[in-house]
């Protein structure tokens, strides 16, 4: 599994994973809080199937170790 889901999309998906569990606790305290658990997981993990199926990549492609020698 290729890194596909950036940085800032990442801080994105743990936000709203976050604000959508904390729903089960408190708010309308309902199981469908528990959805939350799912971009929370690809923000920990980096990889969403979705954005593999679409060809989507948020990454930054990595800079060479070799200082740009091919």
Do not use: H
Request: some cysteine; aromatic content about 8%.
């Amino acid at each position: 599994m290729k890194c596909n889901v950036g940085g800032i999309d990442r801080a994105i998906r743990a936000l709203v994973g976050v604000v959508l569990i904390s729903l089960v606790f408190v708010g309308p305290q309902t199981p469908w809080g528990w959805v939350g658990l799912l971009p929370l997981a690809t923000a920990i993990i980096g990889w969403c199937p979705p954005y593999t199926l679409l060809g989507i990549n948020t990454c930054q492609p990595r800079a060479s170790k070799e200082g740009g020698k091919t």
